[in-house]
């Protein structure tokens, strides 16, 4: 783990560093990596990291219970739509299908436990 430092005097620019030096681009990093890179605290790295995140210049995601890793985000790391992947579906109701299968199934869900429970109001 890296040692202890100031938060304030890591530039930003020095962490994005750190994902340029990287021999596979591919790869996400962990903080402590990062840390280790930059001589700081994990919690400094930590810190870096989500404001890079914060400012769209890293994606972040949690892996097992309590890790996580960032890389750098590029023009294709934007929100999918879950629909993207059927295509079969293009040009269908098939998302609308399945809104309306939600609220159906919400409904139905609240009043089974209305049924069983009361109501809740």
Do not use: Y
């Not at 304030?8 to 962490?15: T, Y």
């Not at 992947?85 to 040009?91: C, I, L, M, P, R």
Request: charged letters at 30%; one cysteine or more.
């Amino acid at each position: 783990m890296g040692t202890p430092g100031p938060t304030a005097g890591i530039p930003l620019k020095d962490v994005l560093d750190v994902f340029a030096a990287r021999d596979d681009p591919a790869e996400p990093l962990t903080a402590t990596e990062v840390a280790d890179a930059l001589g700081c605290s994990r919690r400094t790295a930590h810190n870096k990291l989500t404001k890079l995140t914060d400012q769209g210049e890293l994606k972040s995601k949690k892996v097992g219970a309590r890790g996580r890793v960032w890389w750098v985000a590029d023009e294709t790391d934007t929100e999918v739509d879950f629909t993207q992947g059927f295509g079969a579906f293009k040009g269908t109701d098939f998302a609308d299908q399945v809104a309306d299968a939600r609220v159906e199934m919400n409904q139905d869900f609240e009043q089974r436990q209305e049924e069983h429970f009361g109501k809740s109001n």
